[in-house]
Nanobody, 128 residues
């Protein structure tokens, strides 16, 4: 199974930016690199975990309405690293951000229960 390690969280003022990274261990399947759909989720204290953005193998992406136009998900296949660029941050963006992956690399979904692999999370705090 893939191992996911997030980094890049921190504390910023409203309007600021952060870039999150998620390093994924590489696995091969019959000699070919294993592909996963990969996504970012977040969970604020007292709230349910929610999907933020997902990218699949053909490069298609999907975003939560709350982050459209402000966040950008990208993936560097050569480095096996997933990124989330967070711009125009708001206090409501404060949460623990998690990287997630699943084997069906063509399914464009932000359903929490459809992801099998999770990182440990990185905290993002936005002050007003």
């Amino acid at each position: 199974q893939v191992q996911l390690v997030e980094s890049g969280g921190g504390s910023v003022q409203a309007g600021g930016s952060l870039r999150l990274s998620c390093a994924a261990s590489e696995y091969t399947y019959y000699g070919y690199p294993k592909r996963y759909r990969m996504a970012w989720f977040r969970q604020a204290p007292g709230k349910e975990r929610e999907g933020v953005a997902v990218v699949v193998s053909d490069g298609n992406t999907k975003y939560a309405d709350s982050v459209k136009g402000r966040f950008t998900i990208s993936k560097d296949n050569a480095k096996n690293t997933l990124y989330l660029q967070l711009n125009s941050l708001k206090p409501d963006d404060t949460a623990m951000y998690y990287c997630a992956a699943n084997d069906d690399d063509w399914v464009l979904t932000l359903t929490t229960g459809s992801y099998s692999y999770w990182g440990q999370g990185t905290q993002v705090t936005v002050s007003s």
